[in-house]
């Protein structure tokens, strides 16, 4: 998947190209890229560079406000709002995965310690108290 990501983030189409691939007028571009809302790379002769995530982020922009009657700050807001939704779904996988890894090491654990004879496993259920009496 990353791949994938990786190759819609290759800088590919000058102004030009990718303001018809937009749908919008270069000049347009030019001031989505003053406010931020897009972030085209740059060839070593300083050539705004759009790759198809930029292609894709002009149209949801031109989306929003052509067809949704959002404003640009508006663009701007439900930007940020995304971008913070998809770090928060990546840090989510992440804990997931974490999770799962150490269930894993605890089932592993619990599986040598009955094996091995050598103690005794007690469940004690959330928010109760077990009271155990001392073996004499």
Do not use: C, F, W
């Not at 949801?60 to 700050?73: R, S």
């Amino acid at each position: 998947m990353k791949s994938q990501r990786a190759g819609k983030d290759k800088p590919l189409y000058m102004i030009s190209v990718a303001a018809e691939l937009a749908g919008m007028h270069p000049q347009t571009l030019r001031v989505y890229e003053r406010k931020r809302l897009v972030e085209p790379k740059r060839s070593a002769g300083n050539t705004r560079l759009y790759s198809d995530a930029d292609i894709e982020r002009l149209r949801l922009i031109q989306h929003l406000t052509q067809e949704e009657g959002v404003n640009l700050a508006g663009v701007m807001r439900i930007l940020e709002l995304e971008t913070t939704i998809e770090r928060l779904q990546a840090e989510l996988e992440m804990t997931r995965e974490q999770m799962s890894a150490t269930e894993r090491r605890i089932a592993e654990e619990i599986q040598k310690v009955r094996q091995s004879g050598r103690a005794e496993i007690v469940h004690i259920p959330r928010g109760r108290i077990v009271r155990r009496t001392p073996v004499a």
